[in-house]
């Protein structure tokens, strides 16, 4: 009798143990099975997340790059459709309707000399367009040389007025030619691309640069009105209202010359370069607007 008590004893402690086995490797198996589907869960926002992080880094990107394209296009001065020209009297008018028909143009002769760099960081500043037209003999020195194309680099036209500003008419047709193809073949040297606009000093053509200059592609320009050449007006605050109001009494010109599509002359002076802000200001403050030089048609239009 005790030696089968002992052994049912024994039966009854492994099939216990045998139980409590089971027991554990079943709740182990649901514990497993319980957190399995949370992993997923967990790796797949991560790849969700790492996917929506990815596309959203795209896209800044993109925006990004179609942004610096289109700084890039600005500054590189991309081809935009005209919208003015040169009449014959030298003012600018629209082509088509529905365009801003107050405008001038400025211009500024004889550089780069001394205050070209200063005129074009003020006008760049002003957001105001201005064609440079440059004598070649300025364009001698390495300095002068890296001024043109800084200047050109901002944004502004580069026009040719000659070689050494001499007087046309006076000149037989092969200094003509030298005068006015120098200049060009400089400045094509340094910026990359020849002049398109032509004014010869004093405004004095013959017929043999007027066929040059169409040859060469370029628009032939004089101007309305302009002042800083006269010496009364040789000074900051006399210079200013003289361009802002178009009047030069001191000149005998009482009355104004200010319309719209005015060619405005100034050069390349201490004076007018101390005057050029206030000019601008002045002239929109009476609704006007500078002239994008790009808008207006050339040869190659």
């Not at 009449?87 to 028909?101: F, R, Y």
Request: proline fraction near 4%.
């Amino acid at each position: 009798m005790k030696k089968i008590f002992i052994l049912f004893s024994v039966l009854l402690m492994v099939s216990l143990v045998a139980c409590s086995n089971s027991n554990q490797s079943k709740e182990t198996k649901d514990s497993q099975i319980k957190d399995e589907p949370k992993e997923q869960i967990s790796n797949s926002n991560k790849d969700s997340n790492l996917a929506e992080n990815t596309e959203n880094n795209k896209g800044a990107d993109q925006e990004a790059s179609n942004h610096e394209e289109a700084n890039n296009d600005k500054e590189m001065g991309g081809a935009v459709e005209a919208a003015y020209r040169i009449a014959d009297n030298w003012s600018i008018t629209p082509i088509k309707e529905g365009i801003n028909e107050k405008i001038v143009l400025l211009t500024i002769d004889d550089a780069p000399d001394k205050y070209a760099l200063e005129m074009a960081r003020t006008l760049k500043d002003l957001d105001a367009g201005a064609i440079f037209f440059v004598n070649g003999h300025f364009l001698e020195t390495p300095e002068n040389k890296e001024i043109l194309k800084e200047i050109h680099d901002m944004g502004f036209i580069i026009g040719n007025h000659t070689y050494s500003h001499a007087f046309l008419p006076d000149l037989t047709e092969e200094e003509q030619k030298n005068e006015i193809m120098r200049v060009n073949d400089m400045v094509e040297e340094i910026i990359g691309e020849r002049p398109k606009f032509f004014r010869a000093p004093n405004g004095a053509n013959t017929d043999f640069s007027k066929n040059l200059v169409k040859e060469e592609k370029m628009v032939l320009m004089n101007w309305s009105y302009g002042y800083d050449y006269f010496k009364p007006y040789m000074d900051k605050e006399k210079l200013t209202k003289a361009m802002v109001t178009g009047e030069g009494p001191e000149v005998d010109v009482p009355y104004s010359l200010l319309k719209p599509g005015a060619n405005l002359l100034m050069h390349d002076r201490k004076w007018t370069s101390e005057a050029l802000r206030d000019i601008v200001v002045g002239l929109r403050e009476q609704g006007y607007e500078m002239v994008d030089p790009h808008l207006i048609e050339t040869i190659s239009d």
